[in-house]
């Protein structure tokens, strides 16, 4: 089971940190992801980090903005968020799989948190 938090309604140019816990399951062996569904828009990866923390992605819209870390001890993952736009507005969801870091392709998911980012 994964259960975001922190979502929330900021102003342009502001910060969030999105947090996500797991359950149920060996987080140390998943790569863990975020996605986010914009208002009539298709889900589209946001970031991912590897099982061992060595290996990160984001997608290009969000490189030098966001931060992406996970701590296996405590079995959570956390997307910290600078800078933001209003176009990163959305409902953010964390992600599982058994593989390595990864853009599409992933085994659990969330339930989400929504990001409201005002002008």
């Known amino acids: 089971q994964l259960v975001e938090s922190g979502g929330g309604l900021v102003q342009a140019g502001g910060s969030l940190r999105l947090s996500c816990a797991a359950s149920?399951?060996?987080?140390?062996?998943?790569?863990m992801g975020w996605f986010r569904r914009a208002p009539g828009k298709a889900r589209e990866f946001v970031a991912a980090?590897?099982?061992?923390?060595?290996?990160?992605a984001y997608v290009d819209s969000v490189k030098g903005r966001f931060t992406i870390s996970r701590d296996n001890a405590k079995s959570t993952v956390d997307l910290q968020m600078n800078s933001l736009k209003p176009e990163d507005t959305a409902v953010y969801y964390c992600?599982?799989?058994?593989?390595?870091?990864?853009?599409?392709?992933?085994?659990?998911w969330g339930q989400g948190t929504q990001v409201t980012v005002s002008s």
């Open positions: 149920g399951r060996t987080f140390s062996s998943y790569t």
């Open positions: 980090i590897s099982r061992s923390r060595v290996n990160t």
């Open positions: 992600a599982a799989r058994a593989g390595p870091v990864h853009t599409i392709e992933y085994d659990y």
